[in-house]
């Protein structure tokens, strides 16, 4: 069942959403670094040093009509711009905030009106209490605002760090969900327990345009995350939504890599089914977790996944092993 949401967002003066995001430092500087703090020790971990936030640019690509994606250190953006003003999906980290308002202003008034969060990740959520300030009402699963207020605990062991109150989506939902916006009827759709437990995928009709979130990424392995209440069978079923949905020239955006069609993402679920089997044949025989990843189960995939490095593919035959475990 689809329900239909006509939004009234009030809107805020330029001048003070301006003022709001110039004071944003002052205000709420320990909990933004907090925050940052555990978003840097993951980028960390993955890539071997944080980023120098003052040396990200944004890149801004027109994609169709009023539609634009918005590039810069974490997930892509998308912005809807027009006379009702900006919808945006997913806000990157919060002290690309200004860069960023920067960049919509290129395209429009600059009154973001509306964000939504395809899911719970700091470089996707990170930019939320700034854009909440400067006038934007957050929509996204009911699960995503749970995991931002009472996060799972660090890597390490610690506590997670909740997001400040106005990092909050206001409107939740789990049901497919309407906004009627700038001559769009942008369909927000729940991708139940997939990369996480609160994903959404986001769908412009008029601009043929799918966005996925981090469920579906064109660069590297799947990751899974199981911490957040993803899933394998969720990624998959996923996977399946896009095919139904899409057309063959929906251009489809990723969480992360190049703007692909509905066959990328074929290939993107044949290879997780095929890399699964191989993990499945090989807990059969009793491998150990270590043994099944020293196996290469990913082998034959490794040259045909872009940007797959030994570490996200390792990651990733784990997490499908911890999937299985007791399954198979």
């Known amino acids: 069942m689809t329900t239909n949401c006509k939004v009234g967002v009030p809107g805020t003066a330029r001048g003070g959403r301006a003022g709001s995001l110039r ?3 002052r205000r709420h500087a320990q909990t933004l670094a907090a925050t940052l703090s555990v978003v840097l020790v993951a980028i960390v971990s993955v890539r071997g040093q944080a980023p120098d936030f003052s040396k990200v640019q944004i890149k ?3 994609l169709a009509g009023s539609f634009y994606t918005l590039e ?3 997930g892509t953006i998308g912005v809807l711009a027009g006379p009702d003003g900006v919808l945006m999906v997913d806000s990157q980290f919060a002290p690309l905030s200004d860069k960023i308002l920067t ?6 008034d600059g009154r973001v009106r509306v ?3 395809t899911h719970v990740h700091g470089d996707h959520t990170g930019g939320n209490e700034n854009f909440s300030k400067a006038g934007a009402t957050i929509f996204a699963r009911e699960n995503l605002r749970m995991r931002l207020a009472k996060p799972s605990p660090q890597a390490n062991g610690q506590p997670g760090v909740p997001a400040p109150p106005l ?3 206001v409107v939740t939902y789990d049901a497919p969900l309407t906004i009627h916006m700038n001559g769009e009827d942008v369909r927000l759709i729940p991708v139940p327990v997939a990369h996480t437990d609160g994903d959404t995928m986001v769908y412009f009709p008029n601009a043929n345009v799918l966005m996925t979130g981090d469920f579906y990424r064109s660069t ?7 911490a957040n209440g993803g899933t394998m069978k969720g990624m998959l079923d996923g996977f399946d939504a896009v095919m139904r949905l899409a057309g063959r020239d929906t251009r489809i955006v990723p969480g992360h890599g190049e703007i692909v069609d509905k066959n990328a993402v074929a290939a993107h679920r044949d290879m997780m089914i095929g890399v699964r089997d191989k993990v499945a044949a090989l807990m059969r025989q009793n491998k150990t977790q270590e043994e099944v990843v020293a196996a290469r189960p990913t082998a034959d995939y490794d040259a045909k996944v872009t940007g797959a490095t030994p570490m996200t ?3 990733f035959v784990g997490q499908l092993y911890a999937e299985l475990k007791g399954k198979t």
């Not at 590297?220 to 199981?226: E, F, L, S, V």
């Open 115 to 117: 964000l939504i969060n």
């Open 103 to 108: 960049a919509v202003r290129q395209i429009s």
């Open 23 to 25: 004071r944003r430092n």
């Open 220 to 226: 590297g392995y799947p990751n899974i995350d199981r």
């Open 313 to 315: 593919a390792d990651r």
């Open 60 to 62: 801004t690509t027109k």
């Open 72 to 74: 810069g250190q974490g």
């Open 167 to 169: 990092a909050l989506p």
